[in-house]
């Protein structure tokens, strides 16, 4: 499985001399993508056979942040979210730019089993 | 749509009201902890003109998702439901003064609510989603992408303020919810901003071809309270809200009004830490 790892840094300039302060964050996938699961049968699904829309936003991160309730902080942040309509069988999956297997598969299988966890 | 269905809807007055009331808080009232026995009798209060969740039909019989809710509740604490149907300032006056043990309409469980009731297990989900035509495909996912085109919002509440200081005259408020949903199905709006239930209510109701599209704001739980004193009531309610959660009951009373179970929702994330 092939994680992204997202990094920041802060650079701060002092008075007589240079100082770099690097300060990194390597933002881990959650528990639930590090696992093998057995997915729901047909029955137990939330949409059995959805209709999937996928969209990548340079703001995803944001975005995902504002329809989820879960905030963009300099340690966490949501990589990714879907949105469905069961009525409808349609889902629309939203990434950032950068992403990685497991956000997107994570997302997918929100579409077939609804909310799967929290 | 008819008249008469327009008329027994809930206009922008009383949403604002019914909104102020829960923000100000009902409370105050002191109820001694009693366990209710079987075949007691549990005063409810509902407010009377409020689609989908409690109303008065065209025969005076009121009729609701949180009147199905709680009659179901009721089964299950094995006890017999006294309703009373007022207005929201009535319904206050009544719990205040203990003539009904809690309102049967859902409360948004926001932080100013938790401090003035305890919650019940929260039973519902509910989301500001867009709402768009059938046909139109667009990917509206922020206030933004609405520049220049018509905004349907219900009149004198913090959606319209919003959307007004925003995208500024393409918004076009509406006194019912129900007048831009259809304006919406006749094309004459891009879009709708309205909370998810209601939506997905009146796409059923009134045979719409318009859908509930992207959600605009994170998801809110909904749920009964209880004053802060009654907590062999809230214990109770818990117990029986798990239990029709848990036994599907919930889920079928959920379908006959919404089309889909409500207890969950209807967004999903992937958070990194």
């Known amino acids: 499985m092939n994680f992204v790892n997202f990094k920041c840094c802060f650079r701060s300039v002092g008075f007589a001399l240079t100082l770099h302060l690097t300060a990194c964050v390597t933002f881990t996938p959650p528990a639930v993508d590090l696992v093998r699961f057995v997915p729901a049968q047909d029955l137990q699904r939330n949409i059995v056979e959805p209709k999937v829309k996928y969209l990548v936003k340079p703001d995803g991160y944001e975005y995902c942040a504002r329809i989820t309730g879960f905030p963009v902080t300099p340690t966490s942040r949501p990589m990714a979210c879907a949105f469905w309509n069961t009525r409808r069988k349609e889902c629309t999956i939203v990434t950032p730019v950068e992403t990685g297997f497991n956000y997107l598969g994570h997302e997918l299988r929100h579409c077939f089993e609804g909310a799967f966890h929290d | 749509m008819t008249e008469s269905r327009l008329a027994k809807s809930l206009d922008a007055e009383k949403r604002r009201t019914l909104k102020a009331g829960f923000w100000l808080g009902l409370g105050g009232s002191v109820f001694s902890p009693n366990i209710l026995a079987e ?47 007022e207005g929201l300032a009535k319904l206050n006056k009544k719990l205040k003064a203990g003539e009904v043990m809690f309102i049967g309409n859902q409360m948004l469980a926001t932080a100013d609510n938790r401090r003035e ?54 918004v076009v408020s509406f006194e019912r919810i ?71 009951s919930f889920k079928k009373i959920s379908l006959r009004w919404f089309g889909y179970d409500v207890s969950r929702a209807r967004v999903g994330h992937s958070v990194s830490g």
């Open chain 2, 39 to 85: 075949n007691a009798s549990l005063s409810v209060g509902f407010l009377n003109n409020y689609l989908p969740y409690s109303y008065l039909d065209a025969q005076g019989r009121l009729k609701g998702f949180d009147v199905d809710v709680v009659t179901r509740l009721a089964e299950v604490m094995s006890v017999k439901l006294d309703i009373v149907t």
């Open chain 2, 117 to 170: 009731y305890d919650f019940v297990k929260p039973y519902a989900s509910i989301q500001l989603v867009s709402v768009l035509h059938e046909d139109d495909n667009r990917d509206l996912l922020s206030l933004d992408d609405f520049f220049g085109k018509k905004l349907g919002v219900l009149t004198g509440t913090g959606v319209e303020e919003q959307a007004k200081n925003v995208i500024g005259k393409s």
């Open chain 2, 178 to 248: 129900e007048e831009a949903l259809l304006a919406l199905a006749q094309k004459k709006l891009d879009a709708v901003l309205e909370e998810s239930l209601i939506v997905e209510y009146f796409i059923e109701r009134d045979n719409l071809p318009i859908k509930v599209a992207a959600p605009f704001a994170a998801p809110v739980l909904v749920g009964l309270v209880v004053n802060k004193a009654n907590q062999a009531m809230q214990t109770q309610l818990n117990q029986a809200v798990q239990t029709i959660l848990n036994d599907g």
